[in-house]
């Protein structure tokens, strides 16, 4: 098991930034790998951002490339989202995830690979 707990949500205005926290508990956490996802009212969740467990791969979706860094800290246990140049579209619930599979451009991508979700945290980004 792994409970995962995100923070550094808030309000932001259009071009202003934000950096969220995973701070993961349980099992070891540099054996995972680790994905940011979000939720806006009515859609789907989405991918954003995933990093392999050694913290050098890392793969973006195109609508946050260039404006989004994901890392992670495995003394730490904790996973990090920058995000800079925000834009309203960003506003969401941004969800940490942890999956024990393998790291593919492909498989990061898929909700159903995640085993363990944090509970989210609220991004809003107004104009």
């Known amino acids: 098991q792994v409970q995962l707990v995100e923070s550094g949500g808030g309000l932001v205005q259009a071009g202003g930034s934000l950096r969220l926290s995973c701070a993961a508990s349980g099992r070891t956490f540099s054996s995972y790998v680790m994905g940011w996802f979000r939720q806006a009212p009515g859609k789907e969740r989405e991918f954003v951002a995933a990093i392999s467990r050694s913290g050098g791969p890392t793969y973006y979706a195109d609508s946050v490339k260039g404006r989004f860094t994901i890392s992670r800290d495995n003394a730490k246990n904790t996973v990090y989202l920058q995000m800079n140049s925000l834009k309203p579209e960003d506003t969401a619930v941004y969800y940490c995830?942890?999956?024990?599979?393998?790291?593919?451009?492909?498989?990061?991508?898929?909700?159903?690979?995640?085993?363990?979700w944090g509970q989210g945290t609220q991004v809003t980004v107004s104009s």
């Open positions: 995830a942890a999956n024990d599979a393998g790291f593919s451009r492909v498989g990061v991508r898929r909700v159903k690979d995640y085993d363990y």
